[in-house]
């Protein structure tokens, strides 16, 4: 994938968060989530606090953005308006670091795990406050995709907690939910 498309699915999948994470009602912000623990805001303090790791690999930081108890979607969209500045910047994006899965650069981290990581936790928001939980089918490919290349990595301290049974008849979203450690 090169940097171009990178962004663009970034952006395409950040503008759905957005899209989620404007539509929290104020009161839901503190409902539980799907992750063991962890609220609704805790979920989108993750996404916002976990942009900046592999910048840091390379020299780059994230400006500081709003406080997600104070302004949720002040912080999420500022920190997504910051990532895609550095993404639509074939030189930023394309700054290379060894990770845990070898030699990468900061658009391949970001076109893999911080893609799956904007669709998971959109659902993980939306489950927790009672919106449209439905993740388009070129979505779950792009989250199944990434859990088959990730493997056992998934099953690491703080990524997905153990996978959880689903029934046999269970649609595609329900069965990858269930993958992650998450019940649908």
């Known amino acids: ?20 994470v404007e539509s929290v009602p104020a009161d839901h912000w503190d409902a539980d989530s799907p992750c063991e623990g962890w609220t609704a805001r805790d979920v989108l303090r993750h996404v916002v606090e976990t942009q ?17 108890d104070v302004d949720p979607v002040g912080a999420w969209t500022q920190t997504r308006d910051a990532v895609l500045e550095i993404l639509d910047d074939p030189a930023r994006a394309g700054l290379e670091y060894d990770s845990q899965m070898g030699r990468t650069s900061v658009a391949a981290t970001f076109g893999t795990f911080f893609c ?34 990730a493997g056992e990595m998934l099953r690491s301290p703080g990524v997905c907690g153990p ?22």
């Open 163 to 184: 996978a959880v049974e689903t029934p046999a008849d269970a649609d595609e979203q329900t069965r990858l939910l269930g993958a992650l450690g998450r019940r649908a």
């Open 52 to 68: 900046s790791y592999p910048l840091g690999n390379v020299g780059l930081t994230l400006p500081p953005a709003p406080d997600v």
């Open 1 to 20: 994938m090169t940097t171009t498309e990178t962004a663009a699915l970034y952006r395409r999948l950040a503008e759905t968060l957005t899209r989620t």
């Open 116 to 149: 799956f990581d904007l669709v998971v936790h959109r659902w993980d928001l939306a489950h927790a406050t009672g919106l449209d939980e439905t993740i388009p089918a070129g979505d779950l490919a792009l989250v199944a995709g990434f859990v088959e290349q």
